[in-house]
């Protein structure tokens, strides 16, 4: 249960975390970049900032509370040493290499490629052409429907000439 006066909230369980995360409703990646600047060098902690969009992102990737909460709080202890262009360039690197502090390091760019991934994947799936390439893996029967979308039998189609 959650209580409210006008100075205060009050809640009936302890909150041993909290974390700032600012989020967008413009597309606009660069947030994570500007945040840094806008609050300068004296912040030894940066909050999340994310766009919408790469909010929906990282809800897909990062499934679980405890996901997200492990990443939110890896992003802002990090904040300091992960420097990129936007979100999905730290995300990126979170879920391949994990964003940690490695020995002989004082800062770690992340450039775009980090992000390239979600290019491939997620906007693959969620344009279908993921699915059409994986369809065009399977063997596909003569006498089956051209994967094209023709409607037509792929031995009279795309198949005709094999």
């Not at 041993?16 to 409703?25: E, H, P, R």
């Not at 300068?40 to 909050?47: D, T, V």
């Not at 799936?125 to 596909?140: A, D, H, P, T």
């Amino acid at each position: 249960m959650i209580s409210k006066n006008l100075s205060s909230f009050k809640f009936d369980f302890d909150i041993k975390k909290s974390f700032i995360v600012t989020i967008v409703l413009d597309d606009y990646p660069a947030i994570t970049h500007q945040t840094h600047i806008l609050l300068g060098k004296e912040y030894k902690e940066f909050p999340v900032a994310l766009n919408i969009f790469d909010l929906e992102i990282v809800a897909k990737y990062l499934n679980t509370s405890e996901k997200f909460i492990d990443y939110i709080e890896r992003r802002i202890k990090y904040s300091q040493y992960f420097k990129a262009d936007n979100e999905l360039g730290f995300l990126g690197f979170h879920l391949k290499k994990g964003l940690q502090k490695f020995p002989d390091s004082n800062m770690v760019a992340l450039d775009n490629t980090w992000a390239q991934f979600f290019d491939k994947d997620y906007y693959g799936e969620i344009s279908g052409v993921k699915k059409k390439q994986e369809n065009l893996r399977k063997k596909i029967g003569r006498n089956e429907r051209c994967p094209c979308g023709s409607g037509i039998k792929y031995k009279k189609c795309h198949g005709k000439n094999n």
